[in-house]
């Protein structure tokens, strides 16, 4: 079985501070972790994904995220937070291997950046 | 959008009625998915296909029927509508079997009452 997790119903940060998005998952062999973006009245943006190699990828609009095999989170960052960031975030994991592909995702986590 | 489009945008209906939902692309995508969005529970996956009249259940397809009769068009069909299917419902496709990304459509919010 395959499930991803996000902790965080809410997470606040001020302008300029560094965020952190959190997402943890359980999948039976290697994962493919993803993260998209949702903005008010909009459908999902594909922020990046990790399917091997380095542990740092880099995505879109600044963001990035670790993959911790070890602790098995996926988590989502940023070094310095925009008010235009504010969004609903969510992680995903790839269900299997066979090519359908079929994408779990968290609850999902809503971003506020204060002025 | 990957030239993504979804109609109706929005639509109220009553118990009972049959509904049907269009998703339209223009990427020549080979998967199609339909997903609800409810809170709490993220998005989860009714139904998808990977090709022309090839579909599959997803994880809560009971009450919801899909077919995809050209590349471009999937439907998604709610039988006979139920309160609980009150629901924004998100098409997303997938260019092919070595691609990973899914792209999403803008969604319908669907009202039964």
């Known amino acids: 079985a395959q499930s991803v997790a996000q902790p965080e119903d809410q997470v606040n940060v001020a302008e300029g501070n560094p965020l952190t998005v959190k997402c943890t998952y359980s999948?039976?062999?290697?994962?493919?972790l993803f993260w998209y973006v949702q903005y008010p009245n909009r459908g999902l943006q594909f922020l990046l994904k990790y399917i091997t190699g380095d542990n740092l990828v880099k995505g879109s609009y600044g963001f990035e995220a670790e993959f911790n095999k070890s602790q098995t989170s996926f988590h989502l960052k940023k070094p310095s937070a925009l008010v235009s960031d504010s969004a609903l975030y969510f992680c995903a994991v790839r269900a299997d291997q066979t090519g359908a592909n079929n994408l779990f995702f968290g609850t999902g986590t809503r971003l506020t950046v204060i002025p | 959008d990957a030239g993504i489009t979804q109609s109706p945008r929005h639509k109220v209906t009553e118990t009972g009625t049959p509904v049907t939902l269009r998703c339209h692309q223009t990427?020549?995508?080979?998967?199609m998915y339909w997903y609800r969005q409810d809170p709490g529970h993220g998005l989860r996956l009714i139904h998808y296909s990977y090709g022309v009249k090839d579909t599959d259940k997803g994880e809560v397809s009971d009450g919801y029927s899909v077919s995809r009769s050209k590349t471009e068009d999937f439907l998604l069909t709610l039988e006979s509508a139920t309160s609980s299917q009150t629901s924004v419902y998100f098409c997303a496709t997938r260019q092919g079997l070595s691609t990973d990304t899914q792209y999403f459509g803008p969604g319908t919010r669907l009202t039964v009452l």
């Open positions: 999948v039976s062999g290697n994962p493919y």
């Open positions: 990427e020549n995508h080979r998967y």
